[in-house]
């Protein structure tokens, strides 16, 4: 989190949201703080998940638009989280920081199932057949969605503000900056239609379900947005790859790239058609992603603040950029 952000985040901020709840305020465990706020908490002796966002990164018809299509997907039978209203029954809530912005919050039931490591022995074909799965299924229900009277439709995948790079990188990094732009005036340029294009949940890497060992069950639905399915496909072949070879192996990544999209693509044919062109466009938004990680980690972790690790893996992604090669060649 940024650390202007951080310091309008006070104990009080918490507090009363957990009071708004009807949250135990005693018992609470902080578990993120990249974008958002995220705690896990506790109500009727249930564990339940609050996500405070401060209005630097969403509004509150973003966070109202996100959880009416996610009720929209339960009700079609996804597991996604179930969204609370408060004691005031509204379903997001809003207080005044100390420089007069604003934080929201947000409750969720807590997911069922158990994270996987991608070095778990779970992290096999049989998991990625689920997630591809459930993608699918998502594709097929977003297909006739329609947001609710009232509800502002979530934006489009080209007004994402890390897609202007040139605020966040370094100036001299030129050569991403130009490639992001010849990127984005190519995919501008897609078809869009039906079975291709439509509300996606963007973010669906392993660290975005639980797993209880035959279906995945999908959170944090907070960069959805209209998007090519096929962004939806890249997205978590991206992190696995990533996640799984720190390294970078080429041998490697190519042989388990294919075995990771052979048994992901087997699952999503049994909810949805694989979209059209999925062939030419999956590059294309393996290499989007690695513009959006790495504007977002200039955005997030000052120069100090970052690791060895997170230096080289930066240095990784923009070479790759600076090439125009995606992470994985199919």
């Not at 940024?2 to 309008?8: F, G, I, M, N, R």
């Not at 109202?64 to 079609?76: G, H, R, V």
């Not at 604003?102 to 057949?129: C, D, M, T, W």
């Not at 087997?266 to 990680?293: H, K």
Request: charge should be negative; include cysteine; aromatic fraction near 12%.
């Amino acid at each position: 989190m940024e650390k202007a952000v951080d310091a309008l985040m006070t104990d009080d901020i918490l507090t009363n949201f957990l009071r708004i709840y009807s949250l135990n305020i005693e018992n609470y465990k902080k578990l993120g703080d990249f974008e958002n706020y995220v705690y896990e908490v506790h109500k009727d002796g249930k564990a339940h998940i609050l996500r405070i966002t401060h209005s630097s990164h969403r509004m509150l018809e973003e966070l109202l638009s996100e959880a009416d299509w996610m009720s929209y997907l339960k009700s079609k039978n996804l597991k996604v989280p179930e969204v609370f209203s408060s004691q005031n029954g509204n379903l997001v809530e809003r207080l005044t920081a100390g420089d007069g912005s604003v934080f929201y919050a947000s409750l969720f039931s807590k997911a069922e199932g158990k994270p996987i490591s991608v070095r778990a022995p779970e992290f096999n074909n049989e998991l990625f057949q689920a997630w591809g799965r459930t993608v699918g299924k998502m594709h097929a229900a977003t297909k006739s969605y329609v947001p609710s009277d009232g509800i502002v439709p979530r934006m489009q995948w080209d007004e994402e503000e890390l897609l202007t790079v040139e605020k966040y990188i370094p100036a001299e990094d030129q050569l991403v900056i130009k490639h992001t732009e010849d990127l984005l005036n190519l995919l501008q340029n897609l078809p869009k239609h039906i079975n291709n294009y439509g509300l996606i949940h963007t973010d669906l890497h392993s660290g975005n379900f639980f797993y209880d060992g035959k279906e995945i069950q999908v959170f944090d639905f907070d960069d959805c947005c209209y998007h090519w399915f096929a962004s939806d496909i890249a997205i978590p072949l991206y992190y696995s790859l990533l996640y799984k070879f720190k390294e970078g192996d080429p041998s490697e990544m190519e042989i388990f790239g294919k075995q990771f999209l052979d048994s992901f693509l087997d699952g999503y044919r049994l909810e949805n058609e694989i979209p059209d062109d999925l062939g030419r466009q999956l590059p294309l938004f393996l290499r989007l992603r690695d513009i959006t990680l790495y504007s977002v980690l200039h955005k997030k972790i000052a120069p100090k603040d970052r690791s060895s690790q997170l230096l080289f893996m930066m240095e990784t992604i923009k070479k790759r950029i600076e090439r125009n090669d995606p992470i994985y060649l199919s």
